[in-house]
């Protein structure tokens, strides 16, 4: 008989999703039409900043014209009271704000006011780095507008690996428990993860709760659909009483130890 701490350890069966953490959406702040694709086909590899496609849209062109007009304006107010001055450099600001808005940089936004020349597209740059991993066919010359979906980049640099645990298993697999993963793909080798969080409820068919465990996947070779075995470490009872198994007379309806009185 000894104290020790009792450990459980609990298998189960998971599949690699994108974590949904690291997916951002390509979207558009305004209406118009689109035009030089630059990026084609789900897989490709993008970087922050890199321009997806060109976008022409008559609003920006507008108020491109907009903003040199204010700035001639304001040239023409030199020497006016100090109350149109400010009227006229605000008519720029307002300008401005509004290219911001639509997603003009300020590079973009000096550099048109030095040529004094209107950019008939604007660039659609890449929110982040990763895959593309979903693309609007036949996306050149498409017309689109505010908050249509384009495209989806995922950063795949950590996935998920969602798994299935009964209910019984659920009280010893909490948020930051580690987990040992392998997949049959890379055999003799294992990966290691973390418990992200379990879902809050549970599903009606399978009397199931999901789990979700980070999975880095540094070198890329992961990918999202990949099955794989877990296995969960965790303790059952904590400096619990015990006895070997062996020692327990099992009856059916209870569980007996006979102690020694000698």
């Given at each position: 008989?000894e104290r020790?701490?009792?450990?459980r350890?609990?298998?189960?069966?998971?599949?690699?999703?994108?974590?949904?953490?690291?997916?951002?959406t390509?979207?558009?702040?305004?209406?118009?039409?689109?035009e030089?694709?630059?990026?084609?086909?789900?897989?490709?590899?993008?970087?922050?900043?890199?321009?997806?496609?060109?976008?022409?849209?008559?609003?920006l062109?507008?108020?491109?014209?907009?903003?040199?007009?204010?700035?001639?304006?304001?040239?023409?107010?030199?020497?006016?009271?100090?109350?149109?001055r400010?009227?006229?450099?605000?008519?720029?600001?307002?300008?401005?704000?509004?290219?911001?808005?639509?997603?003009?940089?300020?590079?973009?936004?000096a550099?048109?006011?030095?040529r004094?020349?209107?950019?008939?597209?604007?660039?659609?740059?890449?929110?982040?780095?990763?895959?593309?991993?979903?693309?609007?066919?036949?996306?050149?010359?498409?017309?689109?507008?505010?908050?249509?979906?384009?495209?989806?980049?995922?950063?795949?640099?950590?996935?998920?690996?969602?798994?299935?645990l009964?209910?019984?298993?659920v009280a010893?697999?909490?948020e930051?428990?580690?987990?040992?993963?392998?997949?049959?793909?890379?055999?003799?080798?294992?990966?290691?993860?973390v418990?992200?969080?379990?879902?809050p409820?549970?599903?009606?068919?399978?009397?199931?709760?999901?789990?979700?465990v980070?999975?880095?996947?540094?070198?890329?070779?992961?990918?999202?659909?990949?099955?794989?075995?877990?296995?969960?470490?965790?303790?059952?009872?904590?400096?619990?009483?015990?006895?070997?198994?062996?020692?327990?007379?099992?009856?059916?309806?209870?569980?007996?130890?006979?102690?020694?009185?000698?």
């Amino acid at each position: 008989v000894e104290r020790l701490d009792l450990d459980r350890s609990i298998r189960a069966v998971g599949s690699l999703v994108y974590d949904p953490q690291r997916v951002v959406t390509v979207t558009t702040k305004t209406s118009g039409w689109v035009e030089s694709v630059a990026v084609h086909h789900v897989g490709e590899s993008v970087r922050r900043g890199q321009v997806l496609f060109e976008l022409y849209a008559p609003e920006l062109v507008q108020t491109q014209e907009e903003l040199l007009a204010a700035l001639a304006f304001v040239d023409e107010m030199e020497g006016a009271p100090e109350s149109a001055r400010r009227g006229a450099e605000a008519l720029v600001e307002s300008a401005r704000q509004r290219l911001a808005t639509w997603d003009f940089d300020p590079r973009q936004i000096a550099a048109l006011e030095d040529r004094q020349e209107v950019f008939r597209t604007l660039p659609v740059r890449s929110p982040a780095s990763g895959v593309l991993v979903e693309h609007t066919p036949g996306l050149e010359g498409m017309s689109v507008r505010p908050g249509l979906e384009l495209a989806q980049i995922a950063d795949l640099s950590t996935l998920w690996l969602t798994v299935d645990l009964f209910e019984d298993q659920v009280a010893s697999v909490g948020e930051g428990a580690r987990a040992t993963i392998d997949f049959p793909y890379f055999p003799g080798e294992s990966f290691e993860g973390v418990v992200r969080y379990l879902e809050p409820s549970v599903a009606a068919t399978t009397r199931t709760v999901r789990a979700h465990v980070d999975v880095p996947n540094r070198d890329g070779r992961l990918r999202r659909g990949m099955f794989a075995t877990v296995l969960f470490e965790s303790v059952a009872a904590p400096d619990a009483l015990a006895v070997p198994s062996q020692a327990v007379l099992r009856t059916g309806r209870r569980d007996l130890v006979v102690v020694a009185l000698g």
